[in-house]
């Protein structure tokens, strides 16, 4: 059974910065092809797709967040960082992380993030 | 806003079949496949279509897709008062800086 879990701050300040966590298990992200993805919801607002990291360590980041994004992956521990700095009212949403054989097929539950003012 | 384009809410009486637009370009839907996402309410995204028209094992074959050029659309046959959530199309975009690229989510409610 996969199962992905996100974990972090519920409540951080403007200008703080971010890092979120997401404990994989059921694959590994050392297997050809795999990778995690971070994409967040705002509350009543669309999805949007934050980054990716494969199994060979390539990064994809959003190119309107790449300067204020990073992500780690620790494949002993089945886990993947997000960190996000400078963070703003703006970013208030709920961070989900999931799987991507190729495509996001498998998703957390997500974490509700509130930045404060 | 989004970079692909969905309408906001559509509606259905059970029994009944509604489709679900999504309209892209030529670096997204154009280009790459289109899958669909079904989120109930206070719950994460669920996979409900990949690859345009391959449904996940579980998926119902109520729920079907399709694409053609730069637009792509989801079909519910035979709604059900369970199929009212929100609704999102995704896409690889092949711009300068490959990313993933979402619509703006449709809201289904069954009336």
């Known amino acids: 059974q996969i199962t992905l879990k996100e974990s972090g701050p519920t409540l951080v300040k403007a200008t703080q910065t971010l890092t979120l966590t997401c404990t994989f298990s059921g694959f590994s992200l050392s297997t050809r092809g795999v990778g995690v993805g971070w994409i967040r919801q705002p509350p009543g607002k669309a999805l949007e797709w934050l980054a990716l990291?494969?199994?060979?360590?390539?990064?994809r980041y959003n190119p309107s967040l790449k300067s204020r994004l990073t992500i780690t992956k620790d494949t002993s521990k089945n886990q993947v960082v997000l960190t996000m700095t400078n963070v703003d009212p703006v970013d208030t949403a709920t961070y989900y992380c999931?799987?991507?054989?190729?495509?996001?097929?498998?998703w957390g539950r997500g974490t509700l993030v509130t930045v404060s003012s | 806003q989004s970079v692909l384009t969905q309408p906001p809410s559509a509606s259905g009486t059970p029994g009944q079949r509604v489709t679900i637009s999504c309209s892209g370009n030529n670096s997204n839907i154009g280009s790459n496949y289109v899958y669909w996402y079904q989120q109930l309410p206070g719950t994460a995204p669920k996979l409900l279509i990949y690859r345009n028209n391959q449904r996940p094992s579980g998926v119902p074959d109520r729920f079907s897709g399709s694409k053609s050029g730069t637009s792509a659309s989801l079909a519910i046959s035979g709604l059900r008062s369970e199929d009212e959530a929100d609704y999102h199309c995704?896409?690889?975009?092949?711009?300068?800086?490959?990313?993933?690229?979402f619509g703006g989510g449709t809201k289904l409610t069954v009336l």
């Open positions: 990291i494969y199994w060979d360590d390539d990064k």
């Open positions: 999931a799987r991507s054989p190729g495509y996001l097929d498998l």
């Open positions: 995704a896409a690889w975009d092949d711009s300068l800086s490959p990313f993933w690229v």
